[in-house]
């Protein structure tokens, strides 16, 4: 038998807020070719998650190699915060666990500075977290052990206490190796995943 569940660490983007049509939109507004400024993101991902680079080197070498200059000028976390859609289930499912006096905190592969963008855009429900990791201020992602071991020495309950919902399976085999309890978060049905996490948790 399982321990019961007292904290939940959250991943962001694919568990809170959809991301993945971020280019298409992009591509909507300023007829910017969607799919080479996709490609250019994701090669400059890693170190924008170690905080090696921030949004606006990156937002330039998009311009850059779409070809796209005349947009240098737009700030891309706030565009991406203004369009930017929430899993409106997932935000019903914090909002209960504080409610029930369950533990909340966020664990990110982030960029510098858009954790608190997505707050104050509303992507991110408003809660009191008790801890929040953000990758681009430690130095290290998931699935690095040194981020797990950084977001349990933050939180005073044992490890088998803790769950760890990620859309990632990397970043859960890691998770459930440290010792955490996972769910692995399918981003094309959330709100089955919610209805399970909620018999999981028996909210």
């Known amino acids: 038998m399982k321990q019961k569940i007292k904290f939940v660490y959250f991943d962001i983007g694919g ?86 006096r369950i533990g909340v905190g966020l664990l990110s592969n982030a960029e510098l500075g858009m954790i608190n963008i997505c707050i104050s855009h509303k992507l991110i429900p408003e809660a009191k977290y008790v801890a929040v990791v953000d990758s681009s201020v430690l130095g290290y992602k ?31 085999a890691a998770a459930k190796e440290f010792g955490w309890q996972v769910f692995n978060f399918d981003e094309n049905n959330p709100k089955k995943s919610v209805s399970e996490i909620r018999a999981l948790l028996q909210i």
Request: net charge negative; with cysteine; proline share 2%.
């Open 15 to 100: 568990v809170i807020l959809k991301f993945r049509d971020q280019f298409e939109k992009l591509e909507q507004k300023h007829k910017i070719d969607g799919k080479k400024a996709s490609k250019v993101w994701l090669d400059h991902l890693p170190d924008l998650c170690l905080g090696k680079k921030n949004t606006s080197q990156v937002w330039s070498d998009i311009c850059e190699k779409t070809d796209s200059k005349h947009l240098a000028d737009i700030d891309w976390q706030i565009f991406r915060a203004e369009n930017l859609s929430i899993y409106e289930d997932t935000h019903e499912l914090i909002t209960s666990l504080v409610k029930k």
């Open 142 to 172: 998931k699935p690095d052990q040194k981020i797990f071991e950084f977001a349990q020495s933050l939180i005073s309950y044992a490890k088998n206490e803790v769950l760890f919902i990620d859309d990632t399976e990397r970043n859960i």
